[in-house]
Each structure stands twice: as structure tokens, then as C-alpha cells.
């Protein structure tokens, strides 16, 4: 009797390899047996291949768990099981793409960035961010998961769809393999390094940490000017960036961050790179978007010029440095970045080390906690994030009016005392309005407060909801490596081989660490400074408040 299971949700196949389902539909299994968190079977529209084992219901007595690097895994949603395929080495061309295989990545990969040199100065960012479009620097989740869920991980969506079958030899690590940490740890990397190109890594008494810029610098971004071309037909808002070390204005659109953006995020893999405020299709001249965008872009470059190898990068300097106006260097700058040769696998050859290697169990533990405070971090800023915009919406709306509707009242009472055409009556008729309109003036600095106080502390909550959106990808390169490691000793792999993959698995581990590290640092510097800057607006804020009741209060001494 063949195997049956029955889908309990929907599951859209975005790899070769791997089938859809829709929620109730009948499957037929080829066994029970659960391989890093997948199935494999004939959906009812024959097609075959894989699908999540947590997606579906297997109409059977026997319960399904699969033993596997070491821990047992359960009907639980699994990590996205990833394959690796050859590319052409044409920029965006992906018709080459064969039946799926375990191949190693190729180390250039291509340019995500849209357009050529000849549209570099084209509106990429008119058109509108669709739904079915991943988030910036990750993958789309669901709406109800959280960023460290373990539902699967979302594969490019140009690979083209099949429903070949591959074999049994999965990678469960997708962004380990996507990263080329895979290739890295194997010893399949190559490439020449120069020695400004080296990321050194330093032990302190905290562990792993990046070695501090020794010029740090800071960028001012001004208010966008908005700027039309082909005799006004096209319009766009020009940024004005001021960098201090060069105390040269560049001006730069949106797209341009985008494309830096793009660049970033393919060179540094186990790096953090802060989320861009996100696209809008209509509105975009608005004053109130406007403003909200050059606050998260401000955001956005305090992260960047502070991490002590985003800010040091080619890239990142061309892009602060080269002038608006030289067209020719630009593109040079561009096309230089666009053609690293230094990603993927290749990426990790730049990383030097400290001399005595960590302890990769001491690694893990820490990577674990680190992926345990990150979770519910993450969780808090959601429910803060909750918190404070119905806060703001009572400012906004409730206190205001309920303010109004006392300065009202007292206005009737005004109205009504000023029939008494006593002389003695009138400055006590005075004192009344004066109070009327200090309550109407109080409701309208609650409706104002939110901008001062509650704002940016969003904003804060939205840099770092980004870059924790960021680090289930680099906790999976890192836990990729150390499995490898792992398989690499259990497998007898012989003493040289062995010494090589650890040695390649400590500099991934020394990179994350440091990355986290620096997430702590920087987290501890802008919560502080945020919560500082919070509660001096609102001890302003009420001081305002109070101020206008003394007011109030003395216009009462003179009646």
C-alpha cells in the first residue's frame, strides 16, 4: 500500500527539485524517511520532487522524526534545504541553469544591480515594491513569522521551476552554500589578496571584535533638492552627502543607495549590512515621506561610517567620494565593484584571524545565545513597535481632543460670565479664556509631541528590526561551517585536510563573533542615546505643559 500524506498548507516551489502543494491535497510519499527536514513525493497533479515534511499530515500510525547531526528533528518546519547549479558568467542570465546537482557555487556571481551605465541616471525607484518581492537584505517571510522562524527560506525567483527529482545528498544550510561558506570551508576558494584588501580580526577581553577604523569619520546628509531632467518630464530627489573626511558634497539619489546597497550585501556575507527605508510607489514628493526617508537614510550612514569595515570598503568610499559631477569616474568606481572578484567563497580569504584559534565549542555556545537574545529582542521590539504607535495615535487624536473639549468648556463658562457686565467681573473673564486657550494650545502640543519623542525612537526600532531580519543568514554560514567541521572529524577526514577545513571553519566563527559584537556595541550606543533623548523630550514636553497651566494660573492672582 503506497504512502499517503495530506498537505496542511500551501507550498509554492521555487527550485528545481522541489513541487507545490496546496492545503488538503493527497500525496503519494516515496518513504517515511525525513531528510534535513524534507519529503519526497507525487503531488495529484503528478508531479514529483520535494516538499517541506512540516508542510504535510502523513496518514499513518508511525510518528516521523529522522535522526541527524546529532539532534533529532521532528515534524518541526525546517530549514530551506538549498541546491547549487552553474551560471553563466553573463550578468543576469540565467537559461544556463542545469537540472539541479551538488556543485560548488561559482565565486563571481552576478550583478544584482538593474540597468546599464547608459540608464544609470533612469528612475529605478519610480516603480513600485510588489509583495511577492523578498525584503531587503533577506528573504520574504510570512507575515505571521518571526524573523528567526524556521520556515523555509525563500530561493531566487528567476531559477527556473522543474520537477527533476535530485538525489539524496542535500545541503541543509541554503545560505551557507549561497554565501560560498560551503566552498570556503572545503578549501575551494582562490584568489589573490591584497593587504589593504585583509579584514583583521582582534582578540579582546570580549572575544573576537573588528579592528577599529584609526580615521573614523561621519557623513551629514542634508535636506533632498528635488531635480528634474529631460526638460522636466522626469522628476527625483537629489541628496547632499557630507562626508567628514573629505568635507566634499556628492550628491546622490535614492537608486544610488540601492545599488550601493546591492553591492554590500553580495561582498560581505557574515556582515550586517543595515537596511535601506523602503521603496514608494506613489508619493514620493510628499514632505512627510520625504523627511521619514532622509531620517532612515541618516540612520542608514551613522550604521555604515561606524562598522568598522563597511565604512573602510572600496565601495562604500566611492560612492561617499566620487564627485557628481564626473561621470567618467563614476561609472569607472561602478563597474570596478560590480566586477569584485573578492564574494561569495573568495570573500572569506580576506579575513585574518587572530593567531590562537577558538574554541569551536566555546563558537557554538555562543553563537546559540547570541541567536536566543536576537529572537526575543526581536519579539520586544515588535510588541515596543506596537506600543508606541497606539501611544502616538492617542496623542494624535484622543488626548488632543480631550484637551480641546476642556479648553471648550471653560470657553461656555467664559462666554456665559461675560453677560455680567460688572467692571470687578472682568479680569476674572480674562483669566478664564487665558485658561480655554491654554488647553486648546496643550491638545495641539500633544497632537506635535509624537514627531519630537516617539518617532525616532521608531526609527531606531526599524534599523534594528533590519539587521536582525540579517542574522539568521549569518548564524547559518557560521553553523554550516562548524557542521562541516564536524562531518569533516566524524568521517576520519585525514590530518592535513582535517587541520585545513577547522582552520577555515575558526576564521568563519572569528568573523560572526566580531560581527556580533560589534551588533552589541553599537546596539548599547544607540539605545542609550535614543532612551536619553526620549525622556528629555518628554520631561520638555510636560515642563511645556506646565508652563502654560503657571500661565493659567497667575492670570487668577490678578482677579
Not at 525563500?154 to 561558506?181: E, P, Y
Not at 494624535?396 to 463658562?413: C, H, M, P, S
Request: net charge negative; with cysteine; aromatic share 10%.
Amino acid at each position: 500500500m503506497a504512502l499517503r500524506a495530506r498537505a496542511l498548507y500551501d507550498f509554492v516551489s521555487e527550485n528545481p527539485g522541489e513541487i507545490s502543494v496546496v492545503e488538503n491535497e493527497l500525496l503519494t510519499l516515496y518513504s517515511e524517511e525525513v531528510v534535513d527536514g524534507w519529503l519526497e513525493g507525487t503531488n495529484s497533479r503528478g508531479e514529483s520532487g520535494l516538499f517541506p515534511a512540516s508542510y504535510v499530515e502523513i496518514l499513518n500510525e508511525k510518528s516521523l522524526s529522522v535522526q541527524g547531526n546529532g539532534e533529532t528533528y521532528h515534524s518541526h518546519t525546517p530549514a530551506r534545504t538549498d541546491y547549487s547549479y552553474q551560471r553563466s558568467a553573463h550578468q543576469g542570465d540565467t537559461s544556463t541553469e542545469s537540472t539541479p546537482t551538488r556543485s560548488y557555487p561559482n565565486y563571481s556571481y552576478p550583478s544584482t544591480s538593474q540597468g546599464s551605465d547608459e540608464d544609470w541616471d533612469d528612475d529605478w525607484d519610480d516603480c513600485p515594491a510588489t509583495a511577492d518581492q523578498p525584503s531587503k537584505g533577506g528573504h520574504a517571510l510570512p507575515a505571521s513569522s518571526s524573523a528567526y522562524s524556521s520556515s523555509p527560506r525563500r530561493g531566487s525567483a528567476q531559477q527556473s521551476r522543474s520537477s527533476a527529482t535530485v538525489g539524496r545528498n542535500l545541503n541543509r544550510f541554503s545560505t551557507f552554500v549561497k554565501s560560498g561558506g560551503e566552498a570556503f570551508v572545503l578549501g575551494e576558494a582562490s584568489g589573490f589578496v591584497r593587504d589593504e584588501d585583509k579584514i583583521r580580526v582582534v582578540m579582546s577581553q570580549f572575544g573576537p571584535e573588528w579592528q577599529e577604523d584609526p580615521h573614523p569619520f561621519t557623513c551629514i546628509i542634508d535636506d533632498p533638492t528635488k531635480q528634474t531632467k529631460f526638460k522636466g518630464m522626469k522628476s527625483y530627489m537629489s541628496y547632499g552627502l557630507t562626508p567628514s573626511h573629505t568635507q566634499s558634497q556628492v550628491n546622490r539619489r535614492y537608486k544610488h543607495f540601492d545599488w550601493l546597497y546591492a553591492r554590500l550585501v553580495e561582498r560581505f556575507p557574515v556582515i550586517s549590512v543595515p537596511h535601506l527605508p523602503e521603496k514608494q510607489a506613489t508619493g514620493r514628493f510628499e514632505e512627510d515621506f520625504i523627511s521619514k526617508r532622509r531620517k532612515g537614510l541618516i540612520w542608514w550612514m551613522n550604521h555604515m561610517t561606524t562598522h568598522p569595515v563597511l565604512s573602510r570598503c572600496d565601495v562604500f568610499q566611492h560612492f561617499l567620494t566620487c564627485s557628481s559631477t564626473d561621470e567618467k569616474a563614476w561609472k569607472q568606481g561602478k563597474r570596478k565593484a560590480e566586477r569584485d572578484c573578492l564574494v561569495g567563497a573568495n570573500f572569506f580569504l580576506t579575513i585574518s584571524p587572530p593567531a590562537v584559534p577558538l574554541d569551536l565549542q566555546d563558537v557554538e555556545s555562543k553563537v546559540d545565545g547570541f541567536k536566543a537574545f536576537a529572537k526575543k529582542m526581536d519579539e520586544s521590539l515588535t510588541q515596543v513597535n506596537v506600543t508606541l504607535a497606539e501611544f502616538a495615535r492617542k496623542q494624535v487624536t484622543g488626548f488632543r481632543k480631550e484637551y480641546q473639549r476642556v479648553g471648550q468648556a471653560f470657553q461656555l463658562l467664559g462666554q456665559a460670565f461675560e453677560l455680567d457686565q460688572q467692571e470687578y467681573s472682568l479680569r476674572l473673564n480674562q483669566a478664564i479664556a487665558f485658561t480655554s486657550q491654554a488647553y486648546e494650545t496643550i491638545g495641539d502640543y500633544f497632537a506635535d509631541q509624537s514627531r519630537q519623542d516617539l518617532e525616532p525612537v521608531a526609527d531606531l526600532l526599524a534599523i534594528y528590526q533590519g539587521h536582525l531580519a540579517n542574522f539568521p543568514d549569518i548564524i547559518h554560514v557560521q553553523k554550516g561551517a562548524l557542521t562541516k567541521a564536524k562531518e569533516s572529524q566524524r568521517l576520519g577526514e585525514e590530518k592535513d585536510g582535517l587541520a585545513g577545513i577547522n582552520e577555515r571553519c575558526n576564521i568563519i566563527s572569528c568573523a560572526t563573533l566580531a560581527e556580533m559584537q560589534h551588533f552589541h556595541r553599537t546596539r548599547n550606543r544607540d539605545f542609550k542615546g535614543q532612551m536619553q533623548h526620549f525622556l528629555q523630550q518628554q520631561i520638555a514636553f510636560y515642563q511645556r505643559i506646565t508652563g502654560k497651566l503657571e500661565e493659567a494660573l497667575h492670570m487668577y492672582d490678578q482677579a
